[in-house]
């Protein structure tokens, strides 16, 4: 009896010290979700204003020709960006993204698949796999950079302009509310042109060069805002995870103490017998 009462007073212990710990990182990953969704809300409203200005003049300008905005023949080389995490605990975040990357590859198992990954997760998962990761991105930890987004940006249009990639596609999660979060799989290029409109603008010094600077900042936008998305879902999932943890761990930490308080009682009632049933002994 005192042998299994230690054991469930240990256990007791460890819940209680797991339950501070995932109250911690719920704490922790809630702080950093705000100045997250700051950045995202702000990328996403330059991204859309960046998209509206190109869609107006590819719009206008059908002949407006760009290395960017050009459809490969062959289609036989697809890469896909995948973003997940580099950190655990955000609960099926990066399962299902993963999964999502999965359903791609297997659609298009009849061309060649290239696969650029940030996040640690999805890259120790595909490293598994025969298929060709021609680069990736790790340790950055959800830290939302510019930096990054702009080197991956700038590397995705290198391989698509090389003949690396006959065209480059993004799978991530797009941010809906500290709840909720949507999978997409989002063709980045080559840039599809908008529908014709009737609106004529006046351009300097002409269509072309200006979507030479356009459709680079465009790309480095959509970068950016996908990013942002994926790393402020990633810590909304985290801070949801964390709490279910904390919850259950107060659940579990509830039996114990019931168990444990019952198992003690049990004990003490147990030596009041036995100093009775003596002292019954002693008088007979």
């Known amino acids: 009896m005192a042998q299994s009462l230690r054991q469930v ?3 007791v212990k460890s819940v209680e010290n797991i339950k501070k710990i995932t109250r911690a990182m719920e704490m922790v990953s809630a702080a950093r979700l705000k100045p997250l969704e700051k950045d995202l809300f702000s990328s996403r409203e330059y991204s859309l204003r960046i998209e509206g200005i190109l869609n107006d003049a590819l719009g206008s300008f059908r002949s407006a020709k760009n290395s960017l905005l050009q459809e490969k023949p062959d289609k036989d080389k697809k890469l896909l960006c995948l973003v ?3 950190t655990g605990l955000c609960g099926s975040y990066n399962n299902n993204i993963i999964r999502l990357a999965e359903d791609f590859i297997y659609k298009n198992s009849s061309s060649s ?7 640690k997760k999805g890259l120790s998962f595909f490293k598994k796999r025969d298929l060709t990761i021609v680069d990736s991105y790790t340790e950055i930890y959800g830290h939302y950079s510019k930096a990054i987004a702009d080197k991956i940006a700038r590397n995705l249009i290198e391989m698509f302009l090389s003949g690396k990639a006959d065209e480059v596609y ?6 809906i509310s500290a709840s909720r979060y949507k999978l997409r799989i989002d063709k980045l290029l080559n840039v599809e042109g908008a529908k014709a409109n009737d609106i004529e603008y006046l351009v300097e010094p002409d ?3 200006i ?8 790309i480095t936008s959509k970068i950016r805002t996908l990013l942002a998305d994926a790393f402020t ?3 909304s999932s985290r801070v949801i995870a964390m709490s279910e943890a904390t919850d259950n761990a107060r659940e579990l930490l509830d039996a114990l103490v019931l168990l444990r308080n019952k198992m003690r009682q049990a004990h003490i009632t147990s030596e009041i017998i036995e100093i009775i049933s003596s002292a019954d002994a002693l008088k007979g």
């Open 211 to 218: 979507l030479n600077d356009l459709l680079p900042l465009y």
């Open 170 to 175: 993004v799978a991530y999660t797009s941010f």
């Open 84 to 86: 997940t995490s580099d």
């Open 9 to 11: 007073r240990s256990r």
């Open 233 to 235: 879902c990633e810590y």
């Open 207 to 209: 269509i072309n060069k």
């Open 113 to 119: 698949v290239s696969l650029v990954i940030v996040g």
